[in-house]
């Protein structure tokens, strides 16, 4: 199983960025799926997350501002990033928790984590 997160770069402040992760390989389902980041010198944080349901969970620093979504179709989740702050540098990583067989047990996925920069 791979996460393979895309959307990344440099953008000025209050603008938009669309984050991507893609889910691949032996699947049988997956529950929860998320983002989280981690800023130079600071601990990674939940940014926000998503049920297989669609019920979301965000940070208090991005609510209003940031959309997570997800394609069960196509296995990816994506994070919509609006009026973007410089304090929201970091580097993002998707998570999802993955059964790969019905006899399996769900098990924590990581991608590789994309950089988001936020500066003038």
């Known amino acids: 199983v791979q996460l393979q997160a895309s959307g990344g770069g440099l953008v000025q402040p209050g603008g938009s960025l669309r984050l991507s992760c893609a889910a691949s390989?032996?699947?049988?389902?997956?529950?929860?799926m998320g983002w989280y980041r981690q800023a130079p010198g600071m601990q990674s944080e939940l940014v926000a997350d998503?049920?297989?349901?669609?019920?979301?969970n965000y940070a208090d620093s991005v609510k209003g501002r940031f959309t997570i979504s997800r394609d069960n179709a196509k296995n990816t989740v994506y994070l919509q990033m609006n009026n973007l702050k410089p304090e929201d540098t970091a580097v993002y990583c998707c998570?999802?928790?993955?059964?790969?067989?019905?006899?399996?047990?769900?098990?924590?996925?990581w991608g590789q984590g994309t950089l988001v920069t936020v500066s003038s």
């Open positions: 998503i049920t297989r349901t669609g019920n979301t």
């Open positions: 998570n999802a928790l993955i059964r790969r067989t019905q006899l399996r047990p769900e098990y924590g996925y």
């Open positions: 390989g032996s699947i049988f389902s997956i529950n929860g």
